[in-house]
C-alpha cells in the first residue's frame, strides 16, 4: 500500500511536470507568433490616425467593460463607428490603427511589442521549472542516502540465529519483504550480522528499512546501522518501560 502511494505520488508529480512543460511550449509559440506579427505590422497593414467618436459601457462579474468605436479616412474614404480594441475610451482621442487593404472596415491595433516578450519569458520559465519538476519527481523527496536510494519499509519474514563468530557472539540473518514501483513482490536477505535485531524489528512493528533504486530493481541496501544503533543505544529498553 505505502509502495503504490508512492508510486502514485511520483506519477503525478511527473505529469504535472509533463503539463507545465506542454504549457510553457504553447505560451512559447504563441508569444514568439505575436512578437513576429508586431514586428511585421507595418509590412502587412497601413497605419492611419482615428478618432474615438463613441463608447458603450458596461459591468459584468463587478468588472467595467469598454466598447470602443473610431471614425478614419483610409485611401480618401471614410469609415465611422468601427469597432476597435486596444485603446483608450476616452471620446475625442485620436489612436493610431492599422488597416488591412483587403478589409478597410476592420480597423486593428498593434500590440505592444513588451507584451510578447514577457509572455516568451514566462513560457521559457514554465519550461524550465517543469524540466526541473520532471527531474525531482522519482525522489519524491524521499529520504536519500549518498548513493542515490531510497528508503521504503519492508515487513520482516524471518529473524534467526544462524552461527557463532570468532569472537564468540551470535550472528543473525534478517529476511523481508516488499512490493517495488512495478508492484513486484521482491524479497531481501541480510549479510550476518554481528548483534541481535530483535529488539528494533519488535520496536518497528515488524518492518525494517530497505533503500532501493530507481535504475535497478533488483538492487537493495538495508537499513544496518539504524538498527545497530538502536541495538547499541539501548533505546528499546525504554518503549519497554524498563
Known amino acids: 500500500m505505502l509502495l503504490a502511494k508512492k508510486k502514485s505520488n511520483v506519477e503525478s508529480r511527473r505529469a ?4 507545465m512543460v506542454i ?4 505560451i512559447m509559440i504563441v508569444s514568439i507568433r505575436d512578437i513576429y506579427n508586431t514586428m511585421t505590422y507595418d509590412d502587412r497593414y497601413d497605419s492611419t490616425i482615428a478618432t474615438i467618436t ?6 459584468r462579474n463587478k468588472k467595467t467593460r469598454y466598447r470602443v468605436y473610431v471614425s478614419y479616412k483610409y485611401e480618401g ?6 469597432e476597435v480594441s486596444g485603446v483608450g475610451h476616452k471620446l475625442g482621442d485620436k489612436v493610431t490603427v492599422y488597416i488591412s487593404p483587403m478589409n478597410p472596415n476592420v480597423p486593428k491595433v498593434k500590440k505592444p511589442l513588451a507584451t510578447g516578450i514577457v509572455f516568451t519569458v514566462a513560457g521559457v520559465a514554465f519550461i524550465v521549472f517543469g524540466v526541473v519538476a520532471f527531474k525531482k519527481a522519482p525522489g519524491n523527496k524521499r529520504e536519500r542516502p549518498a548513493d542515490g536510494g531510497f528508503s521504503v519499509s519492508a515487513n520482516v519474514t524471518q529473524c534467526s540465529a544462524v552461527s557463532i563468530n570468532e569472537n564468540g557472539q551470535m550472528t543473525y540473518i534478517i529476511q523481508a519483504e516488499y512490493v517495488d514501483l512495478n508492484g513486484i513482490r521482491r524479497q531481501v536477505q541480510s549479510q550476518e550480522l554481528d548483534f541481535d535485531p530483535t529488539p528494533y524489528i519488535n520496536a518497528n512493528g515488524g518492518k525494517i528499512n530497505v533503500y532501493i533504486y530507481d535504475t535497478n530493481t533488483s ?3 538495508i537499513d544496518i546501522d539504524s538498527m545497530r544503533n538502536f541495538v547499541a543505544s539501548g533505546a528499546y529498553n525504554n518503549t519497554l518501560g524498563l
Not at 54 to 59: F, G, L, W
Open 77 to 82: 474614404r471614410s469609415y465611422y463607428d468601427k
Open 23 to 26: 504549457m510553457g511550449i504553447l
Open 54 to 59: 463613441d463608447v458603450h459601457k458596461s459591468r
Open 16 to 19: 504535472s511536470a509533463v503539463i
Open 219 to 221: 538492487r537493495y541496501r
